[in-house]
């Protein structure tokens, strides 16, 4: 009786769910073998590993893949994130700014690129990897002593869990977290994977605030990032060996010019053997050939299929495709500008710009920009590189910056200069807000036109004559 009702309640269940009001949640024909993730955070903790070595892989041999990577890491980091102090004195902010010039040339541990440098492969290695981390450290031998070394998503080992006692604490792939869910340190290989030659497991402990995480969330408890790659991976794999495919099927029509055919029936002799007449068979052509043929032969020359509109109609959907799951435009992504015009391209970078402008602020600059100039500045005032007298009392205002990120260029720089002069003369816009959109200091822009000035007036020279304003009409009839 008991397994008659278990059956029965099952067969309920399941006309259920084949008949929810959200199709979505149904379990119809359509929806048989279809994915599922029960635990977001979970499943990527999961498919991290083999999602992040496919990712390098594609990335060092596809040149979408490639293609998609630095058009992040151009639009997000470009030529570098750069800090402004926000301090009420004067005085101050100008020696705190210079001090910080002076030191992004030797941030960077390994010596390889300053500090801006370090900005891009951050970026670089979060997109691929899907995180990346950074340890700053007080060994610098002149200046400011901290210095920055960068260290790859698999050295925080990724395969080490544990659950602590007492439910004290517990270790998910590499993160250690307290009984109240914090981050409170992460386990190490002692020995970088490039240099881990003997392929040594021993890990050492280093407290969260030693070490910087950089990632992109998606998921609340997220513990590690994710690749950016990861919804186009097979998309890429597959568009790789149907490219390949069709470029095999053309190397092989070009290479096969025709057929020589023996009307008699008998058998011929193979290509570089004696023929009947001491000759041997050539079934090469060259230019300015006069083939003699012998008796009972005829050619007959092939004619291979050429690729098709369909196909490259295919081709360009499947590239459409990857653009939009790594969240690119098409045209950034490929460079191909052939089917745009100045509204469409103008619309697909404003929005792709806001995604950028998401990631530098809420990512770049949160979890590693910032941890880094406040570290810097408290090792700044500390060894008396900058004059911080207060700074014990309020490092508030020592701490606070404003981050310059890197210029936007206009689509059509003439009507978006006069849209935003327009905007600042009506006190909707700043012109320290105009300013900073430029990627410059309006503090040293200031500086330089009053020095240029003064320079002129100097020297007699007169620049910027008026003149009166160009109606757009009378421009485009000329």
């Given at each position: 009786?008991?397994?008659?009702?278990?059956?029965?309640?099952?067969?309920?269940?399941?006309?259920?769910?084949?008949?929810?009001s959200?199709?979505?949640?149904?379990?119809?024909?359509?929806?048989r073998?279809?994915?599922?993730?029960p635990?977001?955070?979970?499943a990527?903790?999961?498919?991290?590993?083999?999602?992040?070595?496919?990712?390098?892989?594609?990335?060092?041999?596809?040149a979408?893949?490639?293609?998609?990577?630095?058009?992040?890491?151009?639009?997000?980091?470009?030529?570098?994130?750069?800090?402004?102090?926000?301090?009420?004195d004067?005085?101050?902010?100008s020696?705190?700014?210079?001090?910080?010039?002076?030191?992004t040339?030797?941030?960077?541990?390994d010596?390889?690129?300053?500090?801006?440098?370090?900005?891009?492969?951050?970026?670089?290695?979060?997109?691929?990897?899907?995180?990346?981390?950074?340890?700053?450290?007080l060994?610098?031998?002149?200046?400011?002593?901290l210095?920055v070394?960068l260290?790859d998503?698999?050295?925080?080992?990724?395969?080490?869990?544990?659950?602590?006692?007492?439910?004290?604490?517990?270790?998910?792939?590499?993160?250690?977290?307290?009984?109240?869910?914090?981050r409170?340190?992460?386990?190490?290989?002692?020995?970088?994977?490039?240099?881990?030659?003997?392929?040594?497991?021993?890990?050492v402990?280093?407290?969260?605030?030693r070490?910087?995480?950089?990632?992109?969330p998606?998921?609340?408890?997220?513990?590690?990032?994710?690749?950016?790659?990861?919804?186009?991976?097979?998309?890429?794999?597959?568009?790789?060996?149907?490219?390949?495919?069709?470029?095999?099927?053309?190397?092989?029509?070009?290479?096969?010019?025709?057929?020589?055919?023996?009307?008699?029936?008998?058998?011929?002799?193979?290509?570089?053997?004696?023929?009947a007449?001491?000759?041997?068979?050539?079934?090469?052509?060259?230019?300015g050939?006069?083939?003699?043929?012998?008796?009972?032969?005829?050619?007959?020359?092939?004619?291979?299929a050429?690729?098709?509109?369909?196909?490259?109609?295919f081709?360009?959907?499947?590239?459409r495709?990857?653009?939009?799951?790594?969240?690119?435009?098409?045209?950034?992504l490929?460079?191909?500008?052939?089917?745009?015009?100045f509204?469409?391209?103008?619309?697909?970078?404003?929005?792709?710009?806001?995604?950028?402008?998401?990631?530098?602020?809420?990512?770049i600059?949160?979890?590693?920009?910032?941890?880094?100039?406040?570290?810097?500045?408290?090792?700044?005032a500390?060894?008396?590189?900058?004059?911080?007298?207060?700074?014990?009392?309020?490092?508030?205002?020592?701490?606070?910056?404003?981050?310059?990120?890197?210029?936007?260029?206009?689509?059509?720089?003439?009507?978006?200069a006069?849209?935003?002069?327009?905007?600042?003369?009506a006190?909707?816009?700043?012109?320290?807000?105009?300013?900073?959109?430029?990627?410059?200091?309006?503090?040293?822009?200031?500086a330089?036109?009053?020095?240029?000035?003064?320079?002129a007036?100097?020297?007699?020279?007169?620049?910027?004559?008026?003149?009166?304003?160009?109606?757009?009409?009378?421009?485009?009839?000329?």
């Open positions: 009786m008991a397994g008659a009702l278990s059956q029965i309640g099952q067969r309920f269940k399941a006309a259920a769910l084949a008949f929810r959200y199709e979505a949640a149904g379990a119809g024909r359509r929806w073998g279809a994915p599922e993730i635990h977001q955070g979970a990527m903790t999961a498919a991290r590993g083999p999602i992040g070595r496919r990712a390098r892989a594609l990335v060092a041999n596809n979408l893949a490639s293609s998609g990577v630095e058009a992040w890491v151009s639009n997000i980091a470009g030529a570098g994130i750069k800090p402004q102090s926000s301090h009420p004067e005085t101050v902010r020696a705190i700014n210079a001090a910080w010039d002076r030191w040339d030797r941030a960077d541990a010596g390889l690129v300053d500090f801006y440098g370090m900005q891009t492969m951050v970026v670089r290695r979060m997109v691929v990897d899907g995180d990346v981390f950074a340890a700053p450290t060994d610098g031998a002149e200046g400011n002593p210095r070394r260290f998503a698999e050295q925080v080992d990724p395969l080490r869990f544990q659950v602590f006692p007492n439910s004290t604490g517990r270790v998910v792939a590499g993160v250690e977290f307290d009984a109240r869910g914090r409170v340190a992460y386990h190490v290989y002692k020995e970088r994977p490039e240099f881990n030659f003997w392929g040594s497991l021993a890990t402990r280093l407290p969260a605030d070490l910087l995480q950089i990632f992109r998606e998921a609340p408890g997220q513990v590690r990032g994710l690749s950016w790659l990861a919804p186009i991976l097979l998309s890429l794999s597959d568009f790789d060996q149907l490219a390949d495919a069709q470029l095999m099927r053309q190397k092989v029509a070009a290479l096969l010019t025709g057929f020589i055919i023996n009307q008699g029936g008998d058998s011929s002799p193979f290509a570089g053997d004696p023929s007449d001491g000759s041997a068979i050539d079934s090469g052509l060259e230019p050939t006069l083939k003699v043929l012998s008796a009972g032969q005829d050619v007959k020359f092939s004619d291979p050429t690729i098709g509109a369909e196909s490259v109609d081709l360009r959907l499947t590239v495709h990857i653009a939009a799951g790594l969240s690119v435009p098409y045209e950034v490929t460079g191909d500008l052939s089917q745009v015009n509204s469409s391209i103008r619309a697909g970078l404003l929005e792709f710009r806001r995604r950028v402008e998401a990631i530098q602020n809420n990512v600059i949160f979890q590693f920009c910032r941890p880094i100039w406040e570290r810097w500045l408290t090792a700044a500390l060894s008396g590189e900058v004059d911080a007298r207060g700074f014990a009392r309020d490092p508030r205002a020592f701490m606070a910056a404003k981050w310059i990120t890197p210029r936007k260029e206009f689509v059509d720089p003439l009507k978006d006069r849209a935003e002069i327009e905007s600042i003369n006190g909707v816009m700043s012109r320290r807000e105009a300013v900073a959109a430029r990627g410059w200091d309006i503090e040293q822009l200031d330089e036109i009053a020095a240029d000035h003064e320079r007036k100097r020297l007699g020279l007169q620049f910027g004559v008026p003149h009166s304003p160009i109606d757009p009409t009378q421009e485009e009839s000329q």
